[in-house]
């Protein structure tokens, strides 16, 4: 059972780029109901045949960025926590879409903290939201390891 980041980031270290894939995917959508852009969620199913030919996973990939950048820019004009929080998911989207041989431990913990931020930012907002994301993601990547 994982009980710290250490391990949890050992385990991810671990995973071949398909599965750590399936995981980083995963993981935003435990957030994804928390965004206010439902492009992200257009473009986490357009990944999930995971079956994608390089240059489909690249066209992903740079909608996901232009998604992240506009995310990004308007969640800084007013320090909207709502705002903040939909660019978290976008973050945490991008890292999981763009992953590949050589990042893939690495992007999926980043989209791993990037949905914690997302949880973070929207308790905020949203007070009674008292998800321990951590321990959802602690509790995914168990799933997967146990399968």
């Known amino acids: 059972m994982l009980e710290n980041d250490k391990d949890f980031k050992a ?7 398909a599965t750590a894939q399936k995981v980083a995917v995963a993981f935003v959508e435990n957030v994804l109901p928390l965004a206010d852009d ?14 994608l030919d390089p240059e489909e996973l690249i066209s992903i990939a740079r909608v996901a960025k232009k998604i992240r950048l506009e995310n990004h820019a ?4 007013d320090a909207d926590w709502k705002e903040q929080t ?35 930012s929207n308790s905020i907002v949203n007070p009674e939201d008292t998800v321990n994301e951590t ?13």
């Open 11 to 17: 385990e991810l270290n671990k995973l071949d780029k």
């Open 38 to 51: 439902e492009r992200i969620g257009k473009v986490l199913n357009g990944v999930k045949n995971f079956d």
């Open 74 to 77: 308007r969640c800084g004009a």
């Open 86 to 120: 939909t660019y978290h998911v976008s973050k945490a989207a991008f890292y999981a879409i763009s992953l590949n041989k050589e990042n893939a431990g690495t992007n999926v913990y980043q989209a791993a903290v990037s949905s914690r931020m997302a949880r973070v």
């Open 135 to 147: 321990r959802e993601q602690y509790r995914i990547l168990e799933q997967y390891l146990s399968s």
